[in-house]
T-cell receptor
């Protein structure tokens, strides 16, 4: 099982639609979770962190399900400008006190969203 | 007010001709990273510096080297680029060390340097 898995899409939705993406992760000890947005041929930018209790930022809602090891991103009232690739990012437990991973962020391949007029 | 600046934005080189990509930051962050990203792929971490402490990923080829002469600057040297090294190279910074349990460890990326190998 890959460390971070996402459906690559593309998700083609009309303006105003609600769309949701899921991302699964394999390391149950993962401690931090993020959604980054990447526009075509641009750098990734932080969209939002994902907290255990779930969090909302305007039209965007992120949720974490530790039991099933997935995070989700819900976008309501989609805009044309939401068209981008959404990268799921997971921070495993790591560092000098732990074997293996140094705790560096692990990126998924991304889910491509295309919002049409 | 760009905070992580990469140069050049586009680099064309010939097979085997060394290339250096640069990254500078005004955030005074402790950690600087170099990622390689190919089309439709996840960014792949090559290495990172925590202050002057260099951390290489196990699967980063020897062809890739890095230097961090001071807090603000970090360089990626590709000693003998092959066709498979054509990619976007992303520099990123974070305030906290990757292994710290506390801290957001949020990455701020530069705009990237797109490398073409002929």
């Amino acid at each position: 099982r890959k460390e971070v898995e996402q459906d690559p899409g593309p998700f083609n939705v009309p303006e105003g639609a609600t769309v949701a993406f899921n991302c699964t992760y394999s390391n149950s000890a993962s401690q931090s979770f993020f959604w980054y947005r990447q526009d075509c041929r641009k750098e990734p930018k932080l969209l939002m962190s994902v907290y255990s209790s779930g969090n909302e930022d305007g039209r965007f809602t992120a949720q974490l399900n530790r039991a099933s090891q997935y995070i989700s991103l819900l976008i309501r009232d989609s805009k044309l400008s939401d068209s981008a690739t959404y990268l799921c990012v997971v921070k495993p437990l790591g560092g000098r006190n732990y074997g293996g991973s140094q705790g560096n962020l692990i990126f998924g391949k991304g889910t491509k969203l295309s919002v049409k007029p | 007010d760009a905070m992580v600046i990469q140069n050049p934005r586009y680099q064309v080189t010939q097979f085997g001709k060394p290339v250096t990509l640069s990254c500078s930051q005004t955030l005074n962050h402790n950690v600087m990273y170099w990622y390689q990203q190919k089309s439709s792929q996840a960014p792949k971490l090559l290495f990172h510096y925590y202050d002057k402490d260099f951390n290489n990923e196990a699967d980063t080829p020897d062809n890739f080297q890095s230097r961090r002469p001071n807090t603000s600057f970090c360089f990626l040297d590709i000693r003998s680029p092959g066709l498979g090294d054509a990619a976007m190279y992303l520099c990123a910074t974070s305030r906290d060390a990757p292994g710290q349990a506390s801290g957001a460890n949020v990455l701020t990326f530069g705009a990237g340097s797109r490398l073409t190998v002929l």
